[in-house]
């Protein structure tokens, strides 16, 4: 196995540990759910936006 599929397994299954984290928490805690405002959406789409600017710009660089 290379390092490269080492590492995707690592996040796979970090990724799989979280969601199933989260799926126990919403089951336990069902109150605690609360919807997301369109503002705070938006406002994380524009951070998604810079940040993937910002990104490619950087590998341009490298």
């Known amino acids: 196995m290379s390092k ?3 590492e995707r397994n690592v996040k796979t299954q970090a990724s799989v540990e979280f969601v199933d ?3 126990r928490d919403i089951k ?3 109150e605690s759910i609360q919807l997301v405002s369109r503002g ?5 789409q ?3 936006k810079q ?3 910002n990104r490619r710009r950087e590998l341009q660089e490298d």
């Open 4 to 6: 490269n599929d080492t």
């Open 21 to 23: 984290l989260l799926n």
């Open 28 to 30: 336990d805690n069902p």
């Open 40 to 44: 705070l959406l938006q406002r994380i």
């Open 46 to 48: 524009v951070i998604r």
């Open 51 to 53: 940040a993937e600017a």
